[in-house]
């Protein structure tokens, strides 16, 4: 069974940064491509960031180039987001996704609950 649990998410000033964290319990970490997607109130979900199992590739939504970072630790089986330069706009439930093969689908398989991401002045 596939559990992902999400953390660090929280209340930030526009400009400032969040750290995500999502610990992943699978068989074989290294066998699943993980991500992140977002869900805004009254909005469908939208993709964030992915990285392969290899991590040899990371993909982004244009919307999050150049202030996000996805990264993973494979001894932790855990995924990271860095959100940095946060805008109000970023504001949503972020989940993290999991997905048996090389690269993350548009509809992973697994996700997790999700942690609030909330950027306000």
């Known amino acids: 069974q596939v559990q992902l649990v999400e953390s660090g998410g929280g209340l930030v000033q526009p400009g400032g940064s969040l750290r995500l964290s999502c610990a992943a319990s699978v068989g074989t970490f290294s066998d699943y491509a993980m991500g992140w997607f977002r869900q805004a109130p009254g909005k469908e979900p939208e993709f964030v960031a992915s990285?392969?199992?290899?991590?040899?590739?990371?993909y982004y939504a244009d919307s999050v180039k150049g202030r996000f970072t996805i990264s993973r630790d494979y001894a932790k089986a855990t995924v990271f987001l860095q959100m940095n330069s946060l805008k109000p706009e970023d504001t949503a439930v972020y989940h993290c996704?999991?997905?048996?093969?090389?690269?993350?689908?548009?509809?992973?398989?697994?996700w997790g609950q999700g942690t609030q991401v909330t950027v306000s002045s």
């Open positions: 996704a999991a997905e048996l093969g090389a690269n993350l689908s548009p509809n992973p398989d697994y």
């Open positions: 990285i392969g199992w290899s991590a040899k590739y990371t």
